[in-house]
């Protein structure tokens, strides 16, 4: 389940933004407004539930960083690209 290195590398260059930090992909969002950042949170969220695949999120002033992993695999699988890529195509208004 878990991805090789080497899939991890190639999945991330069509990921702009986003980085390898050990066992996690994660890209921090920035946004003009707080609330924008807190809209952004709850699209996040939709497509998690959606996807039963859930980022660790942390919240900050016009900023939110998102990081992936598969905590039953135990580390970067498909499951965390998938989400990335939805999140991708999240747009605030
Ligand atoms: C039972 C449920 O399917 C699992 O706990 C799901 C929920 N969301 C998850 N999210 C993430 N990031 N990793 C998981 O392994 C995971 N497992």
């Not at 924008?36 to 660790?56: K, M, S, Y």
């Not at 919240?59 to 498909?78: F, P, R």
Request: glycine share 6%; net charge negative; aromatic share 8%.
């Amino acid at each position: 389940m878990k991805l090789t290195d080497q899939e991890i590398a190639e999945q991330l260059r069509q990921l702009p933004g986003w980085r390898r930090e050990k066992d996690t992909i994660t890209k921090t969002f920035r946004f003009s407004a707080y609330m924008d950042g807190i809209r952004f949170v709850q699209q996040v969220a939709e497509a998690a539930e959606t996807l039963n695949h859930h980022p660790d999120l942390t919240i900050g002033y016009c900023a939110v960083t998102v990081s992936l992993t598969t905590h039953d695999s135990g580390g970067i699988t498909q499951k965390d690209f998938t989400l990335a890529r939805q999140i991708e195509s999240i747009h605030i208004l």
